[in-house]
């Protein structure tokens, strides 16, 4: 509870206190009490488990509200990164996941958004030494190998990027996410054809969603394969949008570099 709404409440009910109770508490104020302290404790267990069936605008209200109302409530603040990341505002996301580990600097969790979201605003050097920290817990763990291999690799660091996804993939080697960054990472090195075979090899896996499969339409658009880049692409959206994706793609191939951003870590 914030120190400022602490000193308000007892503003309010001292009076009662002191009068020895015969001058009730009226009707506003009452309400004007409940209502902050509905606004400064923080949702049920009940709620929180509720919302998550919710769609992605109204969970990120949620969290917003929860974390607004207490900053240092690090499931609001994780759950408001990922969703802000989600929405596309991946530098808000940083910010949020950043504060927060101050409050919890060795939160692998926290780690990893915060990198993820530094990396998609186009910080990937800043982000390295988040997932540095979050591998000294566990060497192992392949989320973290995945997007630190993205790191390097939007570094220009292409060899260690290399090794980083190597190591993942010896621990994980059906993750279509860390299939995908290889295959991209290929394609950024300037080998589509080496990066299209990475990417049907991560089409092909069962937890394969739509944005590895935009990826895939992505380097077949970079390889001059229009028809069968909207064809891919028109398997997660409708066909106008798709269409619009893959012109896009066109006009990326004489500026390669600003694909990097649409990389999944």
Not at 59 to 80: C, G, I, Q, V
Not at 229 to 253: L, T
């Amino acid at each position: 509870m914030r120190p400022y709404f602490l000193l308000l409440l007892a503003g309010l009910v001292a009076p009662v206190a002191l009068s020895g109770c015969t001058t009730p508490i009226s009707e506003e104020e009452a309400s004007l009490t409940n209502s902050m302290v509905r606004q400064i404790q923080p949702q049920t267990r009940a709620a929180r488990d509720a919302i998550e069936q919710q769609d992605v605008l109204t969970r990120s209200a949620f969290w917003a509200a929860e974390y607004e109302n207490n900053p240092a409530d690090r499931e609001a603040a994780l759950k408001l990164a990922r969703l802000v990341r989600t929405i596309g505002n991946p530098g808000r996301a940083a910010t949020i996941g950043s504060q927060s580990l101050a409050l919890f600097p060795n939160d692998r969790d926290l780690l990893l958004i915060t990198a993820q979201s530094l990396i998609e605003d186009g910080n990937a050097t800043n982000a390295i030494s988040f997932l540095q920290s979050a591998l000294k817990q566990d060497p192992l763990d392949v989320a973290v190998l995945s997007a630190l291999g993205v790191a390097y690799d939007q570094s220009d660091r292409h060899e260690l990027a290399m090794q980083t996804f190597n190591k993942a993939l010896a621990l994980s080697p059906d993750n279509s996410k860390l299939l995908s960054n290889i295959g991209l990472s290929y394609a950024l090195q300037g080998d589509p054809v080496t990066a299209e075979a990475w990417l049907l090899r991560a089409t092909a896996q069962p937890d394969a969603d739509a944005r590895v499969r935009q990826n895939l339409a992505l380097v077949l658009g970079l390889q001059g394969r229009f028809i069968e880049a909207e064809a891919m692409a028109s398997k997660d959206m409708p066909n106008g949008i798709a269409k619009e994706n893959i012109n896009y793609v066109k006009s990326m191939i004489t500026r390669p570099q600003a694909w990097e951003a649409l990389r999944g870590d």
